[in-house]
């Protein structure tokens, strides 16, 4: 059964930095693209930033140059650096998994953690 914890979310002002930290159970994280989404009240889950097993990564317009993603393998682990955060940047982050079986796809999601960007 696969399993995605996240933590690190919380308050903030503007201008400050959270790490977002997802753990991930299961036989899955070698070949999985693992990636962070956000949704804030009323709008769609977006993708904020993913990264491949081998370590290639995409962002959001939004969050370049503020944001990195990265992942230990060897841990199970992916992160999300966030600095410079706006009050735009205020969602419920989930990590996601996209597990590359022999012909599908698999999707798995974390519960969610808030982050809160304000003064």
């Known amino acids: 059964q696969v399993q995605l914890v996240e933590s690190g979310g919380g308050l903030v002002q503007p201008g400050g930095s959270l790490r977002l930290s997802c753990t991930a159970s299961?036989?899955?994280?070698?070949?999985?693209?693992m990636g962070w989404y956000r949704q804030a009240p009323g709008k769609e889950r977006d993708l904020v930033a993913a990264?491949?097993?081998?370590?290639?990564?995409n962002y959001a317009d939004s969050v370049k140059g503020r944001f990195t993603i990265s992942r230990d393998n060897a841990k199970n682990l992916v992160f999300l650096q966030m600095n410079s955060l706006k009050p735009e940047d205020t969602a419920v982050y989930y990590c996601n998994a996209k597990v590359l079986r022999s012909t599908t796809i698999d999707d798995y999601w974390g519960q969610g953690t808030q982050v809160t960007v304000s003064s």
């Open positions: 990264i491949s097993s081998g370590g290639h990564t």
């Open positions: 299961g036989s899955i994280f070698s070949n999985s693209v």
